[in-house]
């Protein structure tokens, strides 16, 4: 898995707390942003561990989910809860 300093837009991130680009970067933290770049970098590791299968998905597993999603698909599944637990859901099934 990549780390997650590697995800950050470091200017886009110090513009929005600080209000200017340069304030904040991956080797650099005033003490006033400490806690919040540390808790978007803890954020951000604890979403790639829990979401470490569906990174991994080969090829051959999109297609299986694929398969799968257009066997248990229905009009009534277009809301926004099934599409993000479909793919959580799509493991368990494998697992079996």
């Given at each position: 898995?990549?780390?997650?300093k590697?995800?950050?837009n470091?200017?886009?991130l110090?513009?929005?707390?600080?209000?200017?680009?340069?304030?904040?970067?991956?080797n650099?933290?005033?003490?006033n942003?400490?806690?919040?770049?540390?808790?978007?970098?803890k954020?951000?590791?604890?979403?790639g561990k829990e979401?470490?299968?569906?990174i991994?998905?080969?090829?051959?597993?999109?297609?299986d989910y694929?398969?799968w999603?257009?066997e248990?698909w229905?009009?009534?599944?277009t809301?926004i809860?099934?599409?993000?637990?479909a793919?959580k859901?799509?493991?368990?099934y494998r697992k079996?």
């Amino acid at each position: 898995m990549r780390e997650p300093k590697d995800l950050i837009n470091w200017v886009e991130l110090s513009r929005f707390l600080a209000g200017n680009e340069t304030s904040v970067s991956r080797n650099r933290c005033p003490t006033n942003y400490q806690y919040k770049v540390i808790s978007l970098i803890k954020s951000i590791d604890r979403w790639g561990k829990e979401n470490e299968d569906n990174i991994k998905m080969t090829e051959q597993d999109l297609h299986d989910y694929n398969k799968w999603l257009t066997e248990v698909w229905s009009e009534q599944h277009t809301n926004i809860p099934f599409m993000i637990d479909a793919p959580k859901a799509f493991l368990k099934y494998r697992k079996k």
